[in-house]
């Protein structure tokens, strides 16, 4: 980080933001840090950051979350995508990552456009743990090839139909766990360094405070204020995928 005490203020402010939007949405922290960090940060130290960071915004989440959890619902997205990260991984020896990532931002677009033009969709109950564990595994070979932890399976889960409360305790837990094989994949690897360390220091505090305000502000949304405001933050997505 160059001009460090010019950019150090950028980066506070973008984890804070980052962990604020997650802690509301339950996703999209590194959609939010990604699009500044980058400027200030080299590319390494972004991801290495997101994973540090996003496991404990995911983790926290979960934890303040732990009541509602459904083990009997969720480990089949669990499963899925354990699976699923390292074919994904794998794609990425022979397939062009770009054209990948820009058809997985167009169909995420275009989902969301119909779904935000369209508000009633009935819920989908076909398919039962099948189906759940098929979605978790193409979840977790997405996030091999483009580094999203959770857009699939959150995707599923409105499709479901299920309250904001059951999604957010289905779609972290899931995206916590890609983060815990991400990190553990880095730390052998050992690609962590000194200046990455004190970054992560530096940020946790706005890191805490970000998902603690967040989480205080999803408690006052209805449902179908966190459906607009989940596909908003998928179309963004999307749309970075894209560019």
Known sequence: MDGFSFELPIFILATFAGALIAGLSGFAFGLVVASIWLYILTPLQTATLIIAFGLIVQGYSVWKLRRLLDYQKLWPF??????????????LTWAN????????????????????????????????????????????????????????????????????????????????????????????????????????????????AGTWLGLKLFGRLDEAMFRRIVLVLLLMSGAVLII
């Open 78 to 91: 669990v499963v899925g995508a354990a699976m699923g990260v390292p074919v994904g991984v794998g794609i």
């Open 97 to 208: 990552p770009a054209h990948v990532r820009a058809g997985v931002g167009a169909f995420l677009v275009l989902y969301c456009l119909y779904a935000l033009l369209r508000p009633s969709i009935r819920p989908i109950k076909a398919g039962g743990a099948v189906a759940d564990a098929s979605v978790g595994f193409l979840n977790g070979v997405l996030c091999g090839i483009t580094g999203l932890a959770g857009i699939l399976v959150t995707i599923w889960c409105g499709l479901r139909g299920w309250p904001k409360e059951v999604q957010r305790t289905v779609f972290q837990p899931v995206a916590a766990a890609i983060f815990l094989m991400s990190a553990l994949w880095i730390g052998v690897r050992s690609a962590i360094t000194p200046e990455t360390i004190k970054l992560f220091l530096i940020g946790l505090p706005a890191l805490l």
